[in-house]
C-alpha cells in the first residue's frame, strides 16, 4: 500500500483537532471534505485552506474521519456509515473502551471502523487555532477490532502517517488507562493547581514563574468538552487521582510531623518523582529511534488483542 | 547610585544557583570571589569563567551572596558577617520566614543582610548546569528588615538587575505563603503525577505526549535538597497540598457518581483551573511592562514592612 491510496477525506466536525487533521492532509495533496453541524466553522476551515464543505453528491471518501465530542462519535459513526460515506472510518476522542462498546451494541461495522485518538491537543480550540503541525511526532493511538482487516488498519495508519503522527496499536482498556494517568488526570491536577490563583491578587502573582507557568499549561481547554471527556473514562481517571491524593495527604501529614518520621515519607515520594520523570524523558528521547509498525506488526497486534 | 558601585561580589555556595550568578555577574564585568566546601566543584565554576576561588586576603566584597542549602544559610551568614566579608549581604535559599526568625535568633546584623530568592532554577544541580541566563526577566524576591537602610537593598536590587532578574520587595511571610503556591506544592504535586510513572511499563509509556512532559517537568531536582526546603515552609506547603487534596477528592468522587450531582463539581473545577490558569498567563504577558522598584519605593516598603 502506498501513500497515495489516501486520496480522498472526510472530516467531520471542524474543530481544533479536525481541522488540524485536514490541514496536514490538504498539505500531503489529499482532496479534503469538511462537514460540521456549525456551518460557520466549517467556513472558517475552508477560509483556512483545511478543504471545501462536504457536498451531498461527493463520491465516498477512502477515509471518515469523525472529529465531534468523545459522547457524539457512535452516533455520527452510524449515521455515516449507513450513508456509505466512506471506505474506512476513524475518530479522534480521546476515551476508546466507551465508545468500542457502545459502537458494538449500535451494530457498527467493525470491519471498516478503527478507533483512534491521535495524543495532541490544543489549549485553544476551533478552527482558528488548527496547525497543520499539531500532530508531528506525537503518538496517536489506533484500537482496531479483532474482525478489522489488516488492510484497513493500514489505511488508518497512512493517515496518521501522512499528519506526522506516530501510529501505536493498542487494546482499549488498555489505551484508557494509559490515557487517563498520562493526560486526563494529569489534566484535573494541573486545574487543582491552576485553581489556587482563581481568585489571586497581586502579592500572589508576584512571584510567578517558569514552573508554576509549565505545570498549569494543561488546566485550559473548555470545561464541558472536558466533563464529557472525564466522564467517559471516569473509573481509570479516578483511580489515577485516588493515588495522587494519597501521596498528596501523605506528603501533608509528613510535613506536618517532620520532627518525627516525616522525612522519610517525602523523600520517598521526591524519589519516585525522579524515577518517574526519568521514564517520562527516556521516552521522549527514544523517539527519534522510533519507527512506523510494520504490515505484518500490525495485523499482528490487530490479531492478538482480544 | 549607579551599576559601577558592585565591583567585587564573593559567591559561597558555587552550586548551580551560585555559579549562575556568578556567571551574570562576570558578564557584567563584575570581580567574582567563589567559595565552597567542595573544592572540586570550585574548580568546575572557575574552569567555567564564574570567577576565581576566594583567598583569605581577598578585600572585603561589595555584596557577598551565600548561596548554600536553607538550613544553612544563617551559620554561613553569621560567620561571614563575623569576619567582614562584605559590605552587604545576601542569600538565595527559596524560604524565608523560618531563616529570617533564626537569622535574629543568632544575632545577625540585618542593616548589612537582606534576604533574597530568586525565582529560577534548573532540573538539574551542580555548577556544570549553571547559565548565566537563568534569571533573565525571572522574579527575585527581596525580605529586607525594617532596620535595613535604603542603600543596602539598592545595592542588593542593583545585583539582581545586574543578573537580568528583577527585584520583588516582599514579607517573608508573605514570601512563604506565595512560594508555597507557585514553587514548593507544585513541585510535590508533579511529583505526585510523575510517581505513577515510577514503575511505567512500555505500554505505559506508548503514548507520553506533551502535556505529561510539561507538569512533570518540576518533579527532578535532587530529594534531599528538596526536602530540605520543603520542611522549612512545611506549614504553608501543606496548607496548598491540603486544597489540592480536597480538590481531587471531589473531582474522584465526582467521576464516580457521574449520574447525580457529579458533573457540576467537575466543571467548578475545570473552570476555577481556567481562571487561575489565566491570571497566571496574564501576568507573564504583563511582564513585559514590569517596572524595576524605584528608590523610593524600595525604601517605603521596606519601611512599610512590620
Redesign the interface.
Known amino acids: 500500500m502506498n501513500p497515495s491510496a489516501i486520496r480522498r477525506v472526510s472530516v467531520l466536525g471542524t474543530g481544533v483537532i479536525g481541522t488540524s487533521i485536514a490541514l496536514a492532509l490538504r498539505r500531503a495533496g489529499v482532496h479534503v471534505g469538511l462537514y460540521d453541524l456549525d456551518t460557520r466553522v466549517v467556513a472558517e476551515a475552508e477560509l483556512m485552506g483545511a478543504g471545501i464543505a462536504l457536498h451531498p453528491d461527493d463520491p465516498p471518501a477512502d477515509v471518515v474521519v469523525i472529529a465531534t465530542p468523545p459522547s457524539t462519535v457512535v452516533g455520527v459513526l452510524r449515521d455515516a456509515q449507513d450513508c456509505g460515506l466512506g471506505a474506512v472510518y476513524t475518530d479522534v476522542a480521546s476515551t476508546k473502551a466507551r465508545i468500542f462498546a457502545e459502537a458494538e451494541v449500535a451494530g457498527c461495522d467493525f470491519t471498516t471502523y478503527i478507533p483512534g485518538h491521535p495524543?495532541?491537543?490544543r489549549e485553544l480550540s476551533g478552527p482558528g487555532a488548527a496547525h497543520a503541525n499539531l500532530f508531528t511526532g506525537?503518538?496517536w493511538?489506533l484500537c482496531p477490532h479483532p474482525v478489522t482487516p489488516p488492510g484497513a488498519v493500514h489505511m488508518v495508519a497512512e493517515l496518521v502517517e501522512m499528519c506526522g503522527g506516530e501510529a501505536?496499536v493498542?487494546a482499549p482498556d488498555?489505551?484508557d488507562r494509559?490515557?487517563a494517568?498520562?493526560?486526563h488526570?494529569?489534566?484535573?491536577?494541573?486545574?487543582?493547581?491552576?485553581?489556587?490563583?482563581?481568585?489571586?491578587d497581586e502579592?500572589?502573582?508576584?512571584?510567578?514563574?517558569?514552573?508554576?507557568?509549565?505545570?498549569?499549561?494543561?488546566?485550559?481547554?473548555a470545561?464541558?468538552l472536558?466533563?464529557d471527556i472525564?466522564?467517559q473514562n471516569?473509573?481509570p481517571?479516578?483511580a489515577?487521582?485516588?493515588?495522587?491524593?494519597r501521596?498528596?495527604?501523605e506528603?501533608?501529614y509528613a510535613?506536618?510531623n517532620?520532627g518525627r518520621a516525616?522525612?522519610g515519607a517525602?523523600?520517598d515520594?521526591?524519589?519516585?518523582?525522579?524515577?518517574?520523570?526519568e521514564?517520562?524523558?527516556d521516552?521522549?528521547h527514544a523517539k527519534g529511534r522510533a519507527h512506523r509498525p510494520e504490515g505484518d506488526e500490525l495485523a499482528e497486534l490487530a490479531r492478538a488483542r482480544v
Not at 185 to 200: D, E, G, I, K, N
Not at 203 to 221: E, F, N, P, W
Request: hydrophobic share 55%; glycine share 10%; charged share 15%.
Open positions: 495524543m495532541a491537543g506525537r503518538p493511538a501505536k493498542i488498555a489505551h494509559v490515557v494517568a498520562v493526560s488526570a494529569p489534566h484535573l491536577v494541573s486545574a487543582a493547581l491552576a485553581a489556587r490563583f482563581a481568585a489571586a502579592t500572589m502573582l508576584s512571584l510567578v514563574g517558569k514552573g508554576l507557568q509549565d505545570v498549569t499549561r494543561i488546566a485550559t481547554g470545561p464541558e472536558w466533563c472525564l466522564q471516569a473509573g481517571v479516578a489515577v487521582l485516588d493515588a495522587v491524593v501521596d498528596l495527604t506528603a501533608a510535613l506536618r517532620s516525616g522525612g517525602l523523600a515520594l521526591l524519589t519516585r518523582g525522579n524515577h518517574g520523570r521514564h517520562i524523558v521516552r521522549v
